[in-house]
């Protein structure tokens, strides 16, 4: 049967697309086609658009195909095709009695919370071998590779022959599927075409984003939509090249798609004990040990969000339930202690934490529980089979959840449970969908949510959340330059900086942060105790519209052959006002939409208040003495405003009542003793304000889990710079370790430079930079110690959703 398209999307204003394919390798799932004549088999484009999950930990049998053909013969002989490797690598290959091609990414893809859109254009008349196959990941053509080699000068491939052609399976064998989503699926037989003809870069956002493909398909070529589910290959051409289904059924269909991205649980926690299938929705632990994973998608501080779970395989004790929780790192251990956890148990109590009370009745194997979060409210309510169990309320939950931080949670032992986000009511084994919505008329559910409220996907975030920063570029952006003796203007900034961090990438030298309230060329040095240097018109000229003049060949800033990086703010364009929120009066240049002050004052030496000009109460303080050495000073929320860390140091976090008066900031000031590194007498001062922007920045802590599977932080947000600290250790390796998406532009990322001291920079495969935060891949102590605390602050290239609902691609 066809099931209707369910539910708005969230593509505003462009062009969108309904559905999806979910494949399940489990299930040897697969789309094939014999063509009847042969097309061109030296020039034809593939664009696809798919959301991964993850490879299983030491499978080397595992290549995701995403097309491939084969001579028919079933000997895995002679065969072509395209796929993700088991190291998570775009991966192309071929081989006729030789290989005749094969390329192999440098970068991996491990991203599983969103979208990739990959086109692959083959063209080998090309006199140039390099020409002859181009890959594109999202817009941007791929360069790099760890092997390369190109098919000959007119090579033909099996692609567009009259052998077996595949979907999501491996060629001439009956192994390795994809795993995943496929979404906007087109072959074009004859052209090698250019992303740009399935795709644009938003204008507001800059995020890569699907469009209609207007142009033709050639003999062979098709266009699978997966909007008919009574037919899962149906050519959408124009051409009637329909694809057969193979252990694909029409509940395999889902809304779950690059313009409307929904929640899955998230195999990056990482997944304790659990494994994923069913494109992660389906968790499975036989084992007895506890365990379990958190959600793609955090609930947002607003609003009201549903989702169902069904219940496949549980025992009667309290070992296992349906839970919400603070989306934080668990070890085993703590997973057992259900630390962190407000859950519907199976013997029909519910457990806080680690106490049990009665709550409910008991559930079984079929049961569909609901789960309604109000967190507007911070009320919790669970459903079995759609009648409520009773208001869990935020007097019961206090103490025990992060509200600023909590999501869907699966967790406990010898269970198997299934998650409906709103993809697809026929995950309680249902013959027909149920269709019913949520609130805004999005969805798929079995039972129909309470009403108002909303399912976890990016059309829905968009409408509650409504980002006020869609292009994190506008406000925070990197900019690499080039050394030349002379003057030298570095353009391309985006705005006006504010505030300029600057750091030679190839010679040991201190880092320069210069700011507008202070004055051109007013130079502090993050990895330095030093005073405030002048180096107007010796190093530095002035701040510009789009960025700023340097002179001079000093190798710290401007030498010949010198590469250089710059992190650029925006304030308020240099107007500074004065302020008299606190007991000392400050100059304050603020920007209340980034979150982000310059404030300037003269210490007192007596306990003091500082206006900061932000409204909101600051999660971030870095202050230096500008007249004395000193160290820097720097407070955050997610430690507590009784200890300190200092910037030009390894130092462990420190209690100090001196620096901040043990005294968290307000929405108006900051507070601060009698220590000269924040209030000398008559001496001047600077403080540069952080508050958290929801889609744009955030200033958190992770604990460590000293495994290379490390620990998931979630942002809300991709990344473009990143700068943690181990604050429970003093060691060399506790750096404060800087990261960011324009040196690195790929993943792992694993160019870095030091806040603390003035050496070159490094490389360290540490981590992945991903659509909704970034993930630890070191057991490094200083980066990822285990049962250890991390502090970070983090600034955005775009959110998870932008305002008018364009979802971020993967990364």
Not at 780 to 785: E, F, M, S, V
Request: aromatic share 12%; net charge negative; proline share 3%.
């Amino acid at each position: 049967m066809v099931f209707p398209i369910l539910g708005g999307n969230s593509a505003v204003g462009g062009y969108a697309i309904d559905n999806s394919l979910r494949f399940n390798d489990n299930d040897s799932a697969y789309l094939s086609r014999t063509p009847s004549s042969a097309g061109n088999r030296r020039t034809f484009t593939l664009s696809v658009w798919f959301k991964l999950t993850v490879n299983p930990a030491g499978d080397s049998n595992y290549e995701r195909q995403i097309l491939s053909a084969d001579d028919g013969t079933g000997g895995n002989n002679n065969f072509d095709y395209i796929a993700i490797n088991n190291t998570n690598k775009i991966f192309i290959f071929g081989y006729e009695g030789a290989v005749n091609q094969q390329l192999t990414s440098t970068q991996v893809l491990r991203d599983t919370s969103a979208w990739y859109h990959l086109v692959v254009a083959f063209d080998t008349t090309q006199v140039t071998a390099s020409n002859r196959i181009k890959v594109y990941l999202n817009g941007n053509q791929i360069t790099a590779f760890d092997t390369a080699s190109y098919p000959s000068l007119n090579f033909q491939t099996r692609f567009n022959n009259t052998n077996p052609q595949y979907i999501g399976k491996y060629p001439d064998s009956s192994t390795q599927y994809f795993d995943g989503y496929m979404a906007e699926y087109h072959f074009i037989d004859g052209q090698a075409l250019s992303p740009t003809d399935f795709g644009e870069f938003d204008e507001d956002s800059g995020i890569w984003k699907p469009i209609e493909y207007t142009g033709t398909y050639g003999t062979n070529g098709f266009y699978l939509d997966f909007e008919n589910s009574g037919s899962l290959g149906a050519d959408q051409s124009g051409n009637g090249n329909n694809f057969t289904p193979t252990n694909l059924a029409s509940t395999d269909q889902t809304t779950d798609t690059p313009t409307n991205n929904f929640c899955t649980l998230n195999p990056l926690t990482p997944v304790v004990t659990h494994t994923l299938s069913e494109a992660n929705l389906k968790s499975t632990n036989s084992s007895g040990t506890h365990g379990g994973a958190n959600s793609t998608i955090n609930y947002p501080t607003s609003g009201k969000w549903y989702h169902e779970v069904r219940i496949n395989a549980e025992d009667s004790s309290k070992g296992q339930g349906v839970a919400i929780g603070s989306n934080v790192y668990r070890t085993v251990t703590q997973w057992g202690n259900y630390n962190f956890i407000v859950g519907y148990m199976s013997d029909g109590t519910k457990h806080i934490d680690t106490g049990y009370s009665t709550y409910g009745t008991a559930h079984n194997v079929g049961d569909i529980i609901g789960v309604a979060y109000n967190a507007d409210d911070q009320e919790l309510t669970f459903y079995h089979n759609n009648t409520s169990q009773g208001i869990i309320t935020t007097s019961e939950m206090d103490g025990q959840l992060d509200f600023n931080n909590l999501c869907p949670v699966v967790f406990g032992r010898n269970i198997g449970q299934t998650f409906n986000f709103g993809q697809d009511s026929s995950f309680a084994g249902a013959t027909t969908r149920q269709n019913n919505t949520d609130g805004n008329g999005e969805g798929d559910f079995y039972y129909t949510p309470p009403s108002g409220y909303l399912t976890l996907n990016t059309s829905n975030l968009a409408t509650v959340l409504s980002p006020t920063i869609d292009d994190g570029s506008q406000y925070f952006n990197t900019k690499l330059y080039s050394g030349n003796n002379t003057t030298n203007p570095i353009t391309g900034v985006g705005f006006a900086p504010d505030f300029t961090w600057l750091k030679a990438r190839n010679y040991a030298n201190a880092h320069f942060l210069l700011d507008t309230t202070r004055g051109s060329g007013q130079v502090l040095f993050s990895s330095s105790t030093t005073t405030e240097t002048d180096f107007q018109g010796t190093r530095w000229q002035s701040f510009d519209s789009d960025g700023f003049t340097l002179t001079g060949s000093d190798s710290s800033t401007n030498i010949s052959g010198g590469n250089y990086v710059t992190w650029n703010w925006k304030a308020n364009g240099g107007t500074t006002s004065s302020n008299t929120d606190g007991s000392i009066t400050s100059t304050v240049q603020a920007n209340t939409t980034a979150g982000f002050s310059i404030v300037t004052y003269t210490g007192t030496g007596a306990n003091a208040t500082v206006g900061h000009g932000l409204g909101k109460a600051l999660d971030m303080i870095i202050v230096k003495n500008r007249d004395r050495v000193e160290s820097w000073r720097v407070g955050m929320t997610a430690i507590g405003f009784t200890k300190q860390l200092l910037l030009n140091a390894v130092d462990a976090a420190s209690t100090d009542s001196l620096v901040w008066q043990d005294t968290a900031p307000t929405s108006s000031v900051f507070s601060i003793g009698t220590r000269n590194a924040v209030n000398a007498s008559g001496e001047d001062l600077v403080a540069y304000c952080f508050a958290d922007v929801e889609g744009y920045s955030k200033f958190g802590s992770y604990t460590g889990n000293g495994s290379n599977d490390g620990t998931f932080v979630y942002t809300g947000f991709r990344p473009s710079f990143i700068m943690y600290k181990n604050t429970s250790r003093s060691t060399a390796g506790a750096i404060w370790w800087m990261w960011d998406t324009t040196r690195d532009t790929r993943n792992p990322t694993d160019l870095y430079l030091r806040a603390n001291d003035s050496l070159a920079e490094g490389s360290f495969d540490s981590l992945d930079i991903l659509s909704n935060g970034f993930k630890l891949r070191t057991s490094d102590g200083g980066q990822n110690a285990s049962g250890e605390t991390i502090i970070y602050m983090a600034f955005a290239e775009n959110p998870f959703v932008t305002s008018t609902g364009i979802p971020v691609t993967a990364r």
